[in-house]
C-alpha cells in the first residue's frame, strides 16, 4: 500500500501516454491528490483541473510574475548595496547589528503578510493584491529616497516596501501554478529569474547613480523602474482555477488554516522547518557580501562608491547574475530528476560553497587574492537559485491546487520569522569577536554553514520518510 504521496504510472487510451495516479488506501483531510500527467505539450489533469502547459495566454503570466518578481525579489536580492550604502554614508554612527534589523524587518515584511495573502488569492485572484503590493511598493520605495533617519528607513522601506513585495510575490507565483504542472518547475524557475535580473540590475544601476545623482534621486530612478515592472506584473498576471467553494467564497476562505502542518507524515512541518533556516542563511552572503569586500580589503569610509570599492557591488551583481542561471537549471531539473531530490542537491553544494571557499578565505589572514571570494561569489548565487525557485514547488507537492496559496503563504509567514532574525544575529556575531578586517566574518560564516547543514537533513529526513530510500523515485 502506497502512502499518501506516492503515485504509479499507468497506461492510458492505449496511445503510450503515462499518467501519474495517486492509489488512496484511505482519505486523509490534507493529503494530495496526484496529477494526471501527459505528453508534453498535452493539457495536464490534476482532478477536474486542466493545465495548458504552455500557449500565450501562459508565457504571459510567466512574464506578469517575472516582472511582478523582478520588481519585489529583485529589490530583496539587492539589499547588500543599501546596507553597505547606509553603513559607510547615512548611518555611519550606528551598530552593523543596529542596521540589520532594518534588513530584518524587510524581510520579515516581505514573507509574514503571506498569512493573509496567500489564502485571498486562492479565493479572489491575483490583481485586487498585486494592485495593493504595487502601490505599497512604490510609496515605500519614494519615500525611502527622502530618508534620512533610522525610523524613516523602518517605516519606508523595512514596513511598506516589505509589505508590498509581499503582496507582489505570492500572487505572482500562484498565477504561474495555475497554467502549469508537469513543467511547472521550468516555468516557475523562468519567473524566478526576474529576481535575479533585479538583482543584477539594481546593484549596478546605484553604483553608477549614486556618486553622480546621490542617494535620493536614484532611489527615486529605482521606484521608477519599479513601477514599470509592478504595471506590467499587474496587466498580465491573472489566474483560471475557480476558488474551491466556487460563488460561495466567503472571508473565511481567506484565513490561514494550522492545519496543514498535521498531514500525518510530518512532511509540510518539516519543510517548513528545512526553509525556515534556508532563509537564516541565504540572507546573510546576500547582505554582507558588499560589506565584507570593503572590509577585507581595508578601504575606508570615503571609498564607498569609488575606485576599488566599485567591485563590492559588482560580486553582488555576478551573484545575481549566476543566480538567474541557477534558477532557470533547478526548476528543469526539478522536472525531470525530482523537486525534492534536486533541492537535496541543491542544498548541499551551497553548504560547500560556505563551507570550502568563504570559511577559508575569512580565516585565512595573510591571503590577499581574491579568488576564493569570487569563487564562492559565483558558486553560491549558482546553487542557491533553488533556495528561492525550488521551494514553492515543492510545498505545491504536498496540496492540491485550490490550496496552493494558503500552503505556500503559510508556511513563508513561518520563514518570515527566519528572516526577521537572520541579519540582526550576523550582525552581532560581527560585533561580539572582537576581530577587525575581514575575520571579524567568521562568526557570521559559521551561523550561515550550520543553517544550511540543518536545512539540509531536514529535507533528506522528508524525502526519506515519504518515498524511503530508493533514490531512483523522482519526487
Known sequence: ????????????????????????????????????SGQTGASVVDEDVTYPEGGLRAWLVVLGAWSGLAASLGVYNSTGVIE?????????????????????????????????????????????LLIAGSVCTLVGIFALSFSTEYYQFILAFSVLAGGGASL?????????????????????????????????????????????????WSIRILGFILLVLCAISVAFCESRVPPRNGPHTTWRDTLPDLRIFLDGTGAMSMTTAALFLVDLAYLVPMTYIPMYYLDR???PADKTLSGDAAFAYQLLAIANGSSCF?????GALGDRFGRYNTLIVSLFFCLASVAGF???????????????????TILFGFVSGSNVSLTPICLGQLCQIHDYGKYYATCYTVCSLGCLISIP??????????????????????????????????????RLRVKGWDWRIKW
Request: include cysteine.
Open 326 to 330: 541557477g534558477r532557470y537549471v533547478a
Open 84 to 128: 553597505a550604502y547606509l553603513s559607510r554614508e547615512l548611518l555611519r554612527n550606528d551598530s552593523p547589528s543596529t542596521i540589520g534589523w532594518i534588513f530584518g524587518v524587510y524581510a520579515f515584511m516581505t514573507w509574514f503578510c503571506g498569512a493573509q495573502v496567500g489564502p485571498t488569492f486562492d479565493a479572489k485572484g491575483p490583481r485586487g
Open 425 to 462: 544575529i550576523a550582525g552581532s556575531l560581527l560585533d561580539v569577536t572582537g576581530a577587525t578586517g575581514k575575520q571579524k566574518y567568521w562568526g557570521a560564516v559559521v551561523y550561515t554553514a550550520a543553517s544550511y547543514l540543518t536545512a539540509l537533513l531536514c529535507v533528506i529526513w522528508v
Open 358 to 376: 568563504w570559511l577559508p578565505d575569512v580565516l585565512a589572514p595573510r591571503f590577499d587574492s581574491i579568488t576564493l571570494l569570487v569563487l564562492f
Open 168 to 216: 507582489l510575490i505570492t500572487p505572482a507565483m500562484g498565477s504561474v501554478a495555475h497554467w502549469f504542472c508537469e513543467r511547472r518547475g521550468l516555468a516557475s524557475g523562468i519567473a524566478f529569474t526576474g529576481g535575479g535580473a533585479g538583482g543584477v540590475l539594481f546593484p549596478l544601476m546605484m553604483q553608477s547613480l549614486l556618486p553622480q545623482i546621490g542617494w535620493a
Open 297 to 299: 580589503q581595508g578601504l
Open 1 to 36: 500500500m502506497k502512502g499518501p504521496y506516492e503515485t504509479a504510472d499507468v497506461d492510458s487510451d492505449g496511445d503510450g501516454r503515462k499518467a501519474m495516479l495517486a492509489e488512496k488506501s484511505e482519505p486523509a483531510p490534507m493529503q494530495r491528490l496526484p496529477s494526471l
